[in-house]
T-cell receptor, first 116, second 111 residues
Framework: GAVVSQHPSRVICKSGTSVKIECRSL??????MFWYRQFPKQSLMLMAT?????????EQGVEKDKFLINHASLTLSTLTVTSAHPEDSSFYIC????????????FGPGTRLTVL | DAKTTQPNSMESNEEEPVHLPCNHS???????IHWYRQLPSQGPEYVIH???SNVNNRMASLAIAEDRKSSTLILHRATLRDAAVYYC????????????FGKGTRLHILP
């Protein structure tokens, strides 16, 4: 099946630093990828839709200047958490939908961010 | 977005069938019913989806009510590895359609 990877799987950083999370579709191309955030014991919350070659579409309440998304190729999207603070600590998950199939999305394993 | 309602949690014994219900009374004619599940500390994974007819695959079966206002995900023989949060989601079948997750059902499997 189609595989989506994320890097890093876990990151700990100091408050005020920026953290970049990569999402890669390993064996398929995707014009669209999605970024989610999940707090403990809660459901996934969609943050933004990442579109290859164009600007990301952010959900209401998500700060675009804080969560920078770049989708430079058909297999890579990056999420940068700028000036991270402890309240940004969360589980960040990406997903991608292959060009050849539209009935299933493939999710990455997630990145656990801890901001001290 | 059309919403779904699921029980917060369910329990089942290992090696027994599990029926996970989902209500979606405001479903539209173009909404597909999708199920995803999320194992602990992992990203979600696709389970099954359907429109009107019941569906079977290697993971599960999906039974859809005739009026499409409810559906049931059936795990025929639960194992400990099936302990997860199961999400019932409605999606219009457009390319790049985003998935909005509800709270899902946390399934506990008792050995």
């Amino acid at each position: 099946g189609a595989v989506v990877s994320q890097h890093p799987s876990r990151v700990i950083c100091k408050s005020g630093t920026s953290v970049k999370i990569e999402c890669r579709s390993l064996d398929f191309q995707a014009t669209t990828m999605f970024w989610y955030r999940q707090f403990p014991k809660q459901s996934l919350m969609l943050m933004a839709t990442s579109n290859e070659g164009s600007k990301a579409t952010y959900e209401q309440g998500v700060e675009k200047d804080k969560f920078l998304i770049n989708h430079a190729s058909l297999t890579l999207s990056t999420l940068t958490v700028t000036s991270a603070h402890p309240e940004d600590s969360s589980f960040y998950i990406c997903s991608a939908e292959p060009l050849w199939r539209s009935d299933e999305q493939f999710f990455g394993p997630g990145t656990r961010l801890t901001v001290l | 977005d059309a919403k779904t309602t699921q029980p917060n949690s369910m329990e089942s014994n290992e090696e027994e069938p599990v029926h996970l219900p989902c209500n979606h009374s405001t479903i539209s004619g173009t909404d597909y019913i999708h199920w995803y599940r999320q194992l602990p500390s992992q990203g979600p994974e696709y389970v099954i989806h359907g429109l009107t007819s019941n569906v079977n695959n290697r993971m599960a079966s999906l039974a859809i009510a005739e009026d499409r206002k409810s559906s049931t995900l059936i795990l025929h023989r639960a194992t400990l590895r099936d302990a997860a949060v199961y999400y019932c989601i409605l999606r219009e079948m457009n390319r790049d359609d985003k998935i909005i997750f509800g709270k899902g059902t946390r399934l506990h499997i008792l050995p």
